[in-house]
């Protein structure tokens, strides 16, 4: 071959490729951040298998992201955000420099993406701007080391009644949860890009039912609830508490899942993480925080009412 029809051909090649590339969708870059969990989680157990799911999707390239461990100099600690179009958390820990926190509130007003798994919502108890972030959030370190900073001060819990959200600021307590078990998980808002698809109900693997979590709960949209049985658990909250949950701040999108419970003693597989509807619905959120859609299908093996569904690696 001569050197002008290689020429040619390379200049076609030069011309198509870009142009094909352009119909698919862009990768979004998402960064996993984690690092730290409190004695009742951990983190080592949950992230790779979350990082797994968003980059099985094909949508995501995923950096992780560690913070310093627990006690450590944390002011050396500044991801840039803003190179993101979403942060997914898992991160019960430290306190972060206030240019941290400033960094982070400034990405999620201008359009930033959030996704809180499971314990995140227990973090920063007393950052004003995170629990606006989250809606509503779990226990948190009270200033003396124990648990449960989020009262009745912190705001309402979210309930669901009669077939609508309703905002409970006079009942007192606390974060609890049931011991785990097999749960329904009942959808709420079937019309939403991240539930559009998914069954009414679905049976969850062996989680935790996160109740009585309290916040300022303003611009949230419950897309899912579960109820706590009294009758197997009596000192459960016998209310519909919100499991799925989008929040809006700013220009900012959040997706919040309470499920995705592991800890430091638990033996593989550790079901709630392997549900398929914890994956899914973690990926569809995920996409959601990005970009404000959901272009992926609900996978054939999702779980039903009757029967849970686990992916066993
Ligand atoms: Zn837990």
Redesign the pocket.
């Known amino acids: 071959m001569s050197i002008l029809p290689r020429l040619l051909a390379a200049a076609t090649l030069a011309l198509v490729i870009p142009t094909a590339t352009l119909l698919a969708a862009p990768m979004q870059k998402v960064m996993l951040l984690t690092g730290q969990s409190s004695k ?2 951990d983190w080592l157990k949950s992230y790779p298998l979350v990082r797994t799911y968003l980059e099985q999707t094909g949508l995501f390239t995923v950096d992780v992201v560690l913070t310093p461990t627990q006690g450590a100099d944390m002011s050396g600690f500044k991801p840039t955000f803003s190179n993101y179009a979403a942060v997914v958390m898992i991160y019960e820990g430290d306190e972060w420099p206030a240019a941290t926190k400033a960094a982070f509130v400034a990405y999620m007003k201008n359009g930033g993406g959030l996704v809180s798994i ?2 995140t919502d227990n973090a920063f108890p007393y950052w004003k701007e995170w629990n606006e972030m989250i809606g509503v959030g779990g226990w948190g370190l009270k200033a003396d080391g124990n648990i449960g900073a989020r009262d009745i001060t912190f705001g309402p819990m979210i309930r669901w009644r009669d077939g609508k959200v309703v905002l409970d600021a006079t009942t007192p307590g606390g974060a609890t ?1 049931p011991a785990k078990h097999d749960f329904l998980v009942t959808t709420r808002t079937p019309d939403h890009p991240i539930m559009r698809g998914l069954p009414a109900a679905w049976l969850h693997a062996n989680d ?1 039912i ?1 109740s009585r979590l309290r916040g300022p709960a303003k611009n949230v949209t419950v897309l899912a609830t579960a109820l706590p049985d009294k009758v197997k658990f009596p000192t459960a909250t016998g209310e519909n508490e919100p499991m799925l949950m989008t929040i809006t701040y700013g220009k900012g999108r959040i997706f919040h899942t309470t499920l995705g ?3 430091s003693k638990d033996l593989p597989p550790y079901l709630p993480l392997v549900c398929a509807g914890f994956a899914v619905t973690v990926q569809r959120g995920t996409e959601w925080a990005a970009t404000g859609k959901v272009t992926q299908k609900v996978p054939a093996d999702f779980p039903t009412a009757g029967k849970t569904s686990v992916r066993i690696p």
């Open positions: 009742y989680h499971h314990d949860h935790e996160y419970h592991v800890n």
